[in-house]
């Protein structure tokens, strides 16, 4: 079995389980999928950077086969060990099979990728051996790592505040402070979990941490976002500061286990949708190499694959294989790496089945619905592709919140002053029960946001009116171009006093929209410091400054820093917020959870010309009692009270047309509103509390 000159090893079979590489019986046991191969060699290497193999021991179907799995198990090998597999079989992209002997290939199953500072993308593609310059998986021995008794954490009792943020961006900035080692690592990021902490979030959502390909990018740019997804068990090498093979795995660990102990819960976005190996001229990397027809759904003409996701290829998700490895992913992350849920990127991808269409129950969203590994976990669909499916409110699966576009789109049109958004507005404020179809569904699963990673962020989207992507090297094509934003007067900076304190009104607008109606709030990185990418609505492959954190606006923009922590801790402490149940609106013979008003109490004026609305809430044992009150006009308008509850007044918390020293207020301290009036200027919110 050994193709080694010198120093031959000694084998025995092995056996198929546990899929990839396993410490066991004083030595390695590798096994690997392959349905259509004839031979695999698996491949040793001394050093990550090593141009050839030490050893490669040759797999015969005879001895190292059982059904489609191809598994040796080598005495001796420890933690550490560099290995990567070739196999053999047939080129014929006609009938799906892209076999090709001359190119290393990373094991699907592998626990860390290294040989990075080899690594050439276009090796894997070229024709001819690429071994001088091709990834190789790490052998992990899992046991060696002390968690010092962590697990999991629950879902908090009330709900949810999500953070989504770039583990690198966070502290990649020279304006971090920290060590340049430290800078955009997992070691860095805990410097900076006391920030989050006092931020007052409950989880972050970090954008994908999957090992992914750098490389897969336009020429002169990197991938920073890393949608682009090289291995599914191993997290990003260049995230950690310790350089050894093994020492992301152990780093990212030491990452979870600091935010747990912060009472931080760890979500990742991950990208089950698609790979690094891209359409049929992608580069051989891994999946398409070992088992191109099980791992991708193909087109009609299998030498194509389907593309549902823009990046020139779609995991075959409900296939056996593929949906095996997802599943056992996911269990991994759980069990071995202690997080706490997932993000579906194009999670409907996900639900279509071999013939390309959405299926009506998918067999791996059932199977991760139900599965009791992932029973205490959060889970989070982005639902919809990037070939038109779009199931937001419909996603299968009763346990999957989802990313609420409509609520994204319809808090922007209302404070951009749209006509007829009024009735739209009020479905989102409740929670969208008009759009979670389900009888399942409950208000948490509608994850609210009004800025994401993909897209403006909050200061831009009212400083600019344009997306300005020309950084990105693709000539301003890419990037939405309906992003429903505002500049109010000036594109992008502006020393225009009036028109500043108008955007930085807007922002707090969308703010108190955001904390203030029914559901899970995410929040973007850096919105609560008002960041700007400088009207980048697609900076995905920018290692710069417009996805870096700038730690110096802490102090700068320590007003709207303050604002946001208020927001989240009063938003946190009212009860009818943190009710995971549907309110019921005020009817003639019965007081509600909610109640609706216009400019006079009782009378919401939903007409297309109106740009004003207000609600109060009321939790099911009579407390905080809140009015919201919203004006996404032109000009200022007067909202007669309702009254309050017997033996109460009315106390005013915000108003986001007072300046940034004013426009959040105690109300433990506060006087009582007096008035049966309150006169709200225009583009601001007032939000009143009953004490």
Not at 103 to 127: F, N
Not at 555 to 571: C, M, P, T, W
Request: aromatic share 10%.
């Amino acid at each position: 079995m050994n193709r080694s000159t010198d120093n031959p090893i000694k084998t025995t079979p092995g056996s198929s389980t546990p899929l990839g590489a396993s410490c066991q019986y004083g030595g390695v046991n590798f096994s690997v999928y392959s349905s259509c191969a004839i031979g695999l060699d698996l491949l040793l290497f001394d050093q990550p950077n090593d141009q050839t193999p030490s050893h490669t021991i040759v797999l015969h179907a005879q001895t190292n086969k059982t059904a489609n799995y191809w598994h040796v198990l080598v005495p001796g090998l420890k933690h550490g060990q560099i290995y990567a597999w070739r196999a053999r079989g047939p080129h014929q992209p006609k009938e799906g099979h892209r076999f090709d002997a001359d190119k290393i290939l990373l094991d699907p199953y592998g626990r860390a990728t290294t040989g990075w500072d080899i690594y050439d993308r276009a090796a894997a593609k070229a024709q001819g051996d690429n071994a001088g310059h091709a990834l190789r998986s790490v052998v992990v021995d899992l046991g060696r790592y002390d968690w010092e008794g962590d697990q999991c954490l629950p879902e908090p009792a009330g709900r949810e505040v999500i953070y989504e943020m770039h583990v690198s961006g966070f502290t990649k900035s020279p304006s971090s402070g920290l060590p340049i080692p430290l800078r955009g690592t997992y070691a860095g990021f805990i410097q900076k979990i006391p920030y989050l902490k006092e931020l007052g979030i409950t989880a972050v959502e970090l954008l994908p941490v999957h090992q992914y390909d750098p490389q897969d990018a336009p020429e002169g740019f990197t991938n920073f976002w890393g949608y682009s997804t090289v291995g599914f068990f191993a997290p990003h090498h260049s995230y950690s500061s310790d350089p050894s093979p093994c020492g992301p795995v152990d780093e990212f660990r030491d990452m979870v286990k600091a935010l747990h102990q912060a009472g931080i819960r760890v979500i990742l976005d991950v990208v089950y949708n698609h790979t690094t190996e891209a359409g049929t001229d992608g580069p051989l990397i891994s999946w398409r190499g070992l088992s191109n027809k099980d791992y991708y759904l193909l087109d009609d003409s299998p030498s194509c694959f389907a593309d549902y996701t823009g990046c020139g290829n779609t995991i075959n998700a409900n296939g056996p294989v593929a949906a095996r490895m997802i599943l056992d992913s996911l269990h991994y992350w759980v069990q071995e790496m202690h997080v706490d849920g997932f993000r579906f990127d194009l999670a409907s991808a996900m639900t279509r089945g071999s013939d390309g269409q959405p299926m009506k129950t998918p067999p791996l969203i059932e199977a991760i619905n139900s599965d009791p590994i992932l029973a205490g976990t959060t889970l989070i669909a982005e639902a919809w592709d990037a070939a038109g499916l779009y199931q937001v409110g419909s996603f299968p699966g009763d346990r999957f919140a989802e990313w609420n576009g409509p609520f994204r789109d319809h808090t922007r049109s209302f404070w951009r002053g749209d006509s007829g958004t009024i009735e739209n507005i009020m479905g989102r404020i409740v929670g969208s029960p008009d759009l979670m179809s389900s009888e399942n569904e409950v208000p948490s699963h509608s994850i609210n946001f009004v800025t994401c990673h993909d897209g403006f962020c909050l200061n831009d989207l009212v400083s600019y009116e344009q997306k300005h992507n020309l950084k990105n090297g693709e000539e301003n094509r890419d990037g939405s171009d309906n992003n429903l934003s505002c500049n109010h007067g000036i594109e992008g900076p502006t020393d225009d006093p009036a028109i500043d304190a108008l955007r930085q009104r807007q922002i707090r607008n969308f703010l108190v929209m955001l904390f203030l109606s029914h559901g899970t709030p995410m929040m973007l990185m850096g919105d609560e410091i008002s960041h700007t990418r400088l009207g980048n609505n697609n900076p995905w492959n920018q290692d710069n400054q417009r996805n870096w954190f700038n730690w110096n606006l802490v102090q700068e923009n320590s007003d709207l820093l303050h604002f946001v922590k208020q927001l989240i801790s009063f938003s946190s402490g009212l009860k009818v917020l943190q009710e995971d149940r549907f309110w019921f609106a005020t009817s003639p013979r019965k007081t509600g959870d909610i109640t609706w008003h216009g400019l006079k109490p009782n009378h919401p004026d939903w007409s297309p010309t109106s740009r004003c609305i207000g609600y109060s809430l009321r939790a099911a044992d009579g407390t905080n009692d809140l009015l919201v009150l919203l004006n996404a006009g032109e000009t200022q308008e007067t909202f007669s009270l309702p009254k309050p509850p017997a033996n109460s007044a009315w106390y005013q918390v915000i108003d986001t047309s007072l300046p940034s020293t004013q426009n959040f207020g105690d109300f433990r301290e506060a006087s009582a509103v007096l008035e049966k009036k309150v006169i709200l200027k225009s583009k601001s919110a007032v939000v009143l509390i009953v004490k």
